[in-house]
């Protein structure tokens, strides 16, 4: 019996009637969240992940941690009132009910074993991140995913943990599903890897290697290599859980990290809002001639999206950096742009959407291996502005976008949070954009409808 197709949900974008002047407070980064994740399950004691994200990608992460043995506990409202975070299942879609919002995971490592299952969704973290620490489980693990995360790339890593001493069953598919045979321990060492596809296949390498017996030495030997700002991430995190790494920026060879062999500390970390979630709302003081508050911007950070104060600056706004936190505003004009978006790729759906507003073309580049997002990103882009009217075509690594009167219509999303919320920028300026499945932004940015709404006085 075929199944009967789910009806498509369409949620009708918000208007702006006027221009946009609120508060709103982002939640936790989801890149910072996962790695810390990663890094307090590895830990020799214990550690806290204070304002953590809670969103479909942490969610996975967490479960599939505690699938290998990591005890999290999550304080609800009070550091005495416990509850297992078994009992919060990531999903697919919807917001997550106030009552299950928490404030801060206590992350209890303990000895990793199998058997266990993992299901990554489609996030790149947790297919990445999680076979280097399968390897160290005591027993077989099994990862599985959403169908878009088979067609994702992960063949640098599962050849990477061979070369490193990992058994890994992928019935010759070099991508998901696949099970990693773990033996509770791996010897590690040098490894080459082309990592032009992702910046999270050295990430992924990174995290683990403090737990390897040899540590790793990691070669990226590719064209590119796309997102370094994450992999700055990674290293910093690893720095502050006592790991001792060399980069290329620290004096080290080009192309090469190295990681020695040692006990991770287990740290009490705040998570930073996600600054790359920030985004729409940048976009909408942008677009509207509005002013928007961040508060809690980091003043130094890892982020990518804190280039958005740059970006956006060129692209028409002014910011400043306040004891109340970002405050950015809106000039009333947009301009074009003309920029390499390859460190930040994960905004190029947001500045797209912001361009097709401009007073001038602008042209993306730098960004080819958005193909292998959650969807084909430069495609979607291209096909969703066009159909409401706009003028976008792809290049080789990247889009040329020239504004044209846009008029309503639907937006589709390919189960893409970042779709989602660059047609919600559209439909600030636009009348009639409706929304295909706005609640796959439940990816990293659960509450995203709600405060979408907030933002407008709605
Ligand atoms: O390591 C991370 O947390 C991420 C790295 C980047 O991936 P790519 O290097 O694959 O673009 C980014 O786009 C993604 O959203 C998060
Ligand atoms: C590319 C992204 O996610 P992922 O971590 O799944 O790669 C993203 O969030 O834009």
């Not at 409808?449 to 709605?458: A, K, N, V």
Request: hydrophobic share 40%; proline share 8%; net charge negative.
């Amino acid at each position: 019996m075929t199944a009967t197709p789910a009806p498509t949900v369409l949620w009708p974008a918000p208007h702006a009637s006027g221009a946009v002047d609120a508060t709103v407070h982002v939640p936790g980064s989801k890149s910072v969240t996962n790695r810390a994740l990663v890094l307090a399950a590895l830990a020799a004691e214990p550690g806290w992940l204070r304002r953590p994200l809670r969103s479909r990608d942490t969610l996975l992460m967490a479960s599939a941690l505690r699938a290998m043995g990591v005890g999290i506990e999550e304080t609800v409202s009070s550091a005495s009132m416990m509850s297992s975070l078994s009992s919060l299942s990531p999903r697919s879609g919807g917001p997550v009910p106030p009552e299950e919002s928490g404030e801060a995971w206590r992350v209890i490592p303990s000895g990793l074993h199998g058997p266990a299952t993992v299901d990554v969704g489609n996030a790149g973290t947790v297919m990445r991140f999680l076979p280097p620490v399968a390897a160290l489980v005591d027993g077989p693990v099994r990862f599985d995913g959403d169908p878009r995360s088979y067609e994702r790339p992960l063949g640098a890593v599962i050849g990477a943990l061979r070369t490193l001493g990992a058994r890994i069953d992928d019935d010759g598919r070099s991508a998901l599903p696949l099970t990693v045979h773990g033996s509770g321990a791996l010897v590690g060492g040098p490894v080459e890897i082309d990592a032009s596809a992702s910046s999270q296949f050295v990430s992924a390498l990174l995290l683990s290697a403090p737990r390897f017996n040899h540590g790793v030495r990691v070669r990226h030997i590719g064209p590119s290599l796309p997102s370094m700002p994450h992999i700055r991430m990674t290293v910093d995190m690893l720095r502050r859980a006592g790991a001792q790494v060399d980069t290329p920026e620290s004096g080290g060879e080009p192309n090469v990290w190295r990681v020695t062999p040692g006990a991770l500390l287990g740290t009490d970390l705040t998570i930073e809002p996600d600054l790359s979630n920030a985004q729409p709302f940048l976009a909408a003081a942008l677009v509207t001639g509005g002013r928007m508050v961040i508060p809690d911007w980091p003043s130094h950070t890892t982020q990518p999206g804190d280039r958005l104060r740059e970006i956006f600056t060129e692209m028409g706004g002014s910011c400043e950096l306040t004891d109340q936190g970002l405050v950015f505003s809106g000039s009333g004009r947009i301009h074009g742009i003309d920029v390499d978006l390859g460190e930040v790729g994960e905004l190029t759906p947001g500045i797209a959407a912001v361009a097709a507003l401009a007073d001038s073309p602008s042209t993306l580049r730098g960004v080819a291996h958005l193909r292998l997002h959650e969807t084909d990103r430069l495609a979607a882009l291209t096909k969703e502005i066009n159909e409401l009217g706009g003028d976008v075509t792809e290049t080789a690594d990247g889009l040329h976008i020239r504004p044209r009167p846009l008029h309503g219509g639907t937006f589709h999303t390919y189960d893409d949070h970042r779709m989602a919320t660059a047609a919600a920028v559209l439909g600030l300026a636009v009348a009639d954009v409706r929304i295909e499945n706005v609640s796959t932004t439940a990816k990293t940015l659960p509450d995203f409808p709600d405060l979408w709404t907030g933002m407008l006085g709605m």
